[in-house]
C-alpha cells in the first residue's frame, strides 16, 4: 500500500510540475513587460515626485522593450500622442498596449474646456498616471492644443517651462501653430482647432529659444503649406540646436496649396539643419481628408500599403530623424489598435535595421542621449 501511495504522489508530482512551471514564466514575464495596474482611475494613485527619476524608469522601459522583442514583435516608442485624463482606463489601456507590443506612449495630458474655464493652463496628471503605471508612460507636457494654449499661448508656455525646469520633463508635447480641424472635428462641424499661431512670432522665439538653452525636444504640428515653410526655415537657422520635432510626415491636406514638399525638401531640411525630427503619424493608404477630399497621406505610393520608394530612400539614409508615432488624442483613444495597424505597415516598407531605428531607437536616443 504504501508503495501505491508512493508511485501515486510521484505520478500527480509529473502531472502538475509542468502546470507550475508554465505559471512561473508567466509571472516572469509579466514582470519583465510591466504588471497591469490593478486600478482603472490614475487620480485614484497619489502623484510620481518630481524631478521624475528617469534613470530609474528607464531600467523598467529597457526591461519593457527587451521583452517585447523577445516575445518576438517589434516594439514600438510612440513619440506624439495625447489623452484626456478623465477618459483614460488605465488598467484596459495596458492591456492594449501588451497586447499591440506598444512599448511606451509619451503621453501628454490635455487641458479641456471646462479646465480652462475653471482657470486651468496645466495639469499634474501625467505624475498621477505614471505613478500608476511606471512601465508604459514618458513624463510629458500638457498638450499644446485648444483652448489652454491658442487663448492664452504666453501664460500656457510659461507654464510649461516652469515645469519642465522643475520637474524634469525630457519632452515637451505637441504645439498647433498651424492647425486644421481633424476629420473627426470637421466631420462633427468644429472649426475651434483651425489655429494659425505665428511660429516666428513672441511665442514661437521663446519656445524655439528655451529649447536650444536646455536641450529639450518639443513638438509642433505645423500643415505643410508653402507659404508657411519659410517661417519655419528662419525659426529653424535662428536656433540650430532647438530639438524640433515637426509632426505628421507628409500628411498634406490640400495639395494645391504646397508645391515644395516632399522627399527632397525634407532631405534639405535633414542635411541643413541636424536638430529636425519628423514624426510618422499619419493616416493610412485610404485615409480621406473630409475639407478637401484628397488622401492627406502622402507617403503612400497605393492603397495596398506600399510607401513610395522616394521615401524609402530617405528614411533609410536618415532612419535617427524619423520616429514612430501614432497622434492618439482625447476623442480616439479607443483607436490605438487600429493606429498601431498602420504605424506597422508603414514600418514594414524599411529595411529590417532601419525599421527597428525609427520604431523605437531613434525616440529613446534623441530624449536620453544613448543608444540602445
Known sequence: MQKFILILSLFLFLLVSPLIAIEEISISNAAEIGRIPDIEDADAVPKANVPFDINSFKGKWKERIKAIRNSGKLPII?????????KLNVRSFAKMMDKEGVAMIAFSPQVGEKGFKEGKLWTDNIRHLISADPWRYIPTTVAGIYPAWTEKSEDFLNKQIKHVKEDGYPLMGEFEFR??????EYKRGEMYRDVDISINGKVGHRLFAFSQESGIPFQIHYEIEDKLLSSLEEMLTAYPKAKVIWCHLSQLRYQVRSVIYGPDYVEKLIKKYPNIYFDTAFGGP?????????????????EHGKVKDE??????AYPWRFLAA?????DRMDELPEKNKTLRKFLENLPEDVREIVAYKAAWKLLFNEEL
Do not use: F, Q
Open 326 to 330: 501614432m497622434d492618439l488624442g482625447g
Open 179 to 184: 492647425h486644421y480641424p481633424s476629420p473627426l
Open 286 to 302: 485610404e485615409s480621406v481628408y473630409p475639407g478637401s477630399r484628397e488622401r492627406h497621406a502622402r507617403i503612400w505610393g497605393n
Open 78 to 86: 510612440d513619440i506624439e500622442s495625447s489623452y484626456n485624463p478623465k
Open 311 to 316: 521615401w524609402i530612400r530617405l528614411i533609410t
